[in-house]
């Protein structure tokens, strides 16, 4: 398996073009039940090319991007270099250089089942004000609510490298339980979607660790596959993901 720190390096292109934002409904739940203000300092932990980021940064908060990834942190200050209130931090979940007691919100995206837990757990209850709120989110993409989806997770299963292993819903509900024990999680899902045309649709799949990338063996098949699934399920041209946006949220310390 690819160290996860790296293994993303030769898919940013694709991951910045094709991976899903977090909806806005997102947002109004963290006001409603966290006390999310604009003035809420925010830490994202594993923040990738700054997908998760920008929904806060929309809402006018100050973000700290913590991410270990050389190529992906590059392409968040890219992404989100018309926010002046970005700082890009080179660091790890584990050891993030943040300042202790200071963040309203600690918040993961995707990257949180790369994480050493307890390690992070710890670097959270340092940085996060006592009051504060860690936040998890993620888009789980929905693997038999359609024949399309349904023949896309075949897929998966069948070309994928090491899909059954990186799956980040390998995490279970035990694993929350025990990240913010002894303080309850609280949890919400919220529906989203995208929609794809083929060239799309095959950049989100190559912006997936798991799938056989150019030069690797599988390859020519997985892309052989993705384009017939999406001809014998196109509509116009087109295929939705529906993805159910989970948070899971609560108090460390």
């Avoid at 002894?182 to 083929?198: E, G, I, N, W, Y």
Wanted: with cysteine; net charge negative.
């Amino acid at each position: 398996m690819k160290n996860s720190t790296s293994r993303f390096s030769d898919r940013v292109d694709n991951y910045v073009k094709y991976r899903p934002g977090y909806p806005l409904e997102v947002l109004e739940l963290l006001k409603t039940s966290c006390g999310l203000t604009p003035d809420s300092l925010i830490a994202d932990i594993g923040s990738g090319t700054g997908i998760s980021s920008r929904l806060f940064l929309d809402h006018h908060n100050t973000v700290y991007g913590v991410e270990p990834n050389q190529e992906m942190r590059h392409a968040a200050e890219m992404f989100l270099e018309e926010y002046n209130h970005f700082h890009s931090i080179d660091a790890t979940a584990e050891k993030t250089h943040l300042p202790a007691d200071s963040f309203d919100f600690v918040i993961a995206g995707q990257a949180f089942h790369w994480f050493d837990r307890e390690r992070a757990r710890q670097e959270f209850q340092r940085i996060i004000k006592p009051s504060g709120w860690v936040v998890l989110i993620w888009n789980e993409r929905q693997t038999n609510t359609t024949p399309f989806l349904i023949d896309y997770e075949q897929m998966l299963l069948e070309f994928a490298t090491d899909y059954t292993q990186v799956n980040h819903t390998n995490i279970s509900s035990e694993d929350f339980t025990r990240f913010f024990h002894p303080h309850p999680v609280k949890t919400a899902s919220l529906p989203s979607q995208q929609s794809f045309d083929l060239e799309s649709l095959t950049g989100r799949l190559l912006s997936s660790s798991y799938a056989p990338n150019v030069g690797q063996p599988g390859y020519i098949e997985i892309l052989a596959r993705v384009q017939h699934i999406f001809k014998q399920h196109q509509v116009d041209g087109k295929v939705d993901f529906k993805y159910d946006t989970n948070l899971y949220y609560g108090h460390i310390s």
